[in-house]
């Protein structure tokens, strides 16, 4: 692959203190104005999705979002020409995230309906946590996301169990009600309505109405209670471990390697890609 021109480098720094900072007035400036846009896009979709409306202004929300898909499909380029690895920001979830929030539109022209997956541009607003430098949000972020992290093994273990419990009971009730309510016509469908109670749903169109069918259904409600505990237990007391450690101060600085955000404020290098936070005091 050829080196990069050197000549491009200043500018290509400068855009990506542009799109990826809000240290300076532009860089600020650009994100509230990407943060409206991605508000007025998502706006457009639902209003869209109303029958009503859509019949009136079918062609001006047709073009509105033809309009924001352009905008968000050339900064989408520029963040991708912005940074020295463009695979890490690709690969990345806000990267993948800005391309999910184009690909719809152009979906559309091939399946119709799929526009209406844009709504996901919303999943984009997480970044006003670094637009206003709501660091302290990050660093509670980040200890959900370890907490959630560690309890993932005894959380698999128990969904498992779960999962388990629901087989057997669908079977049962498959036998027990499956003679004389139709409702119960397949051991798959029997296992639905164990998922339903057990979660304590109850979306009511499947009841049993054997006495027999209605005392194992009653025995699965209460044990329902107990399957949500369980998960919530396990998870809180993650919180407090996570919690008592004194966690770093997340900032918002975002890497000009692979632009990934999320590092300690005394951090000199990208915790995942090794580049220098700081390569302007390198040169």
């Known amino acids: 692959m050829a080196a990069k021109n050197p000549d491009s480098l200043p500018f290509q720094n400068r855009l ?27 706006l457009v979709v639902m209003l869209e999705s109303i029958s009503e409306l859509n019949v009136k202004y079918h062609q001006v929300f047709y073009v509105l979002e033809w309009v924001f898909t352009a905008l968000f499909t050339v900064e989408y380029i520029l963040r991708l020409y912005s940074v020295k690895s463009p695979t890490h920001y690709a690969t990345s979830f806000y990267g993948i995230i800005d391309l999910l929030a184009i690909l719809p539109t152009y979906l559309s022209l091939l399946v119709t309906g799929t526009q209406y997956l844009l709504v996901i541009r919303i999943l984009r607003l997480l970044r006003v946590f670094r637009v ?115 966690p770093w101060m997340v900032t918002t600085m975002a890497c000009p390697n692979c632009s990934l955000e999320g590092h300690d404020s005394d951090a000199s290098f990208c915790k995942y890609c090794g580049e220098s936070l700081h390569p302007e005091k390198n040169d």
């Open 16 to 42: 990506h203190e542009i799109i990826f900072e809000a240290d300076t007035p532009e860089g600020r400036f650009f994100d509230i104005v990407l943060l409206l846009a991605i508000l007025a896009s998502v």
């Open 132 to 246: 206003f430098k709501l660091g302290h949000f990050l660093t509670e972020g980040d200890i959900i996301f370890k907490a959630m992290k560690a309890s993932r093994a005894k959380i698999t273990v128990f969904f498992m169990f779960v999962l388990l419990l629901v087989t057997v009971f669908g079977a049962i009730m498959y036998l027990v009600e499956g003679e004389d309510n139709s409702s119960f016509s397949s051991i798959p469908r029997s296992i639905y309505w164990a998922i339903v109670t057990l979660t304590t749903v109850g979306y009511g169109d499947i009841t049993p109405i054997t006495s027999v069918g209605q005392f194992i259904s009653a025995m699965v409600m209460i044990l329902g209670y107990a399957v949500i505990a369980v998960p919530t237990g396990i998870v809180s007391s993650e919180f407090i471990e996570q919690s008592r450690k004194k």
